[in-house]
């Protein structure tokens, strides 16, 4: 592998991470200047999120940063990537104390916690992100939750 294709996949990263701290921390500005303005945005299996960087925007503004729980922490588990995307797999933990309609929609509050894995995958061209799946042990966290039976 050449030091130019390995600058690719560290630049990838890096967009990647400031992308999630800029949501972390609540930096519209921020998150919005690091994706292109045909970026995807999907949260599955729900289905929720945006298309376009002014849809993302209003997204994270209305739906996820309104509505991430206090206590919300991610732990890496594993990190794959080339020139063009990074997958990661994290083991997120959280306290169900709100609403969450990005990820939960249409479920109250159930005040337990839990630990659920999830998996992203973040495509990069030009340093941007163009798009973002993420994909969470659905059935895991219904199941903590108490709510399983309502899915099926």
């Given amino acids: ?8 996949m560290v630049a990838v990263e890096r967009t990647r991470d400031a992308f999630a701290a800029a949501v972390r921390d609540g930096d519209l500005d921020a998150a ?3 994706v292109t303005d045909d970026v995807v945005l999907t949260t599955l299996p729900v289905g929720t999120g945006a298309r376009g960087a002014h849809a993302l925007r209003r997204h994270l503004a209305d739906d996820v940063l309104p509505h ?3 206590d ?3 732990t890496r588990v594993s990190r794959t990537g080339d020139r063009w995307r990074v997958v990661d797999e ?3 933990t959280f306290t169900h104390d709100r609403e969450l309609p990005w990820l939960l ?5 159930t005040g337990l916690r839990v630990e659920v894995l999830a998996i992203s995958v973040v495509t990069v061209r030009r340093q941007r992100i163009t798009q973002h799946r993420t994909l969470w042990d659905h059935h895991g966290l219904l199941t903590q939750l108490g709510v399983a039976a309502l899915a099926t």
């Fill in 1 to 8: 592998m050449t030091k130019a294709v390995q600058d690719l």
């Fill in 32 to 34: 919005t200047d690091l």
């Fill in 68 to 70: 991430r729980p206090a």
């Fill in 72 to 74: 919300l922490a991610a």
């Fill in 90 to 92: 994290d083991l997120v």
């Fill in 105 to 109: 929609p249409g479920i109250a509050p």
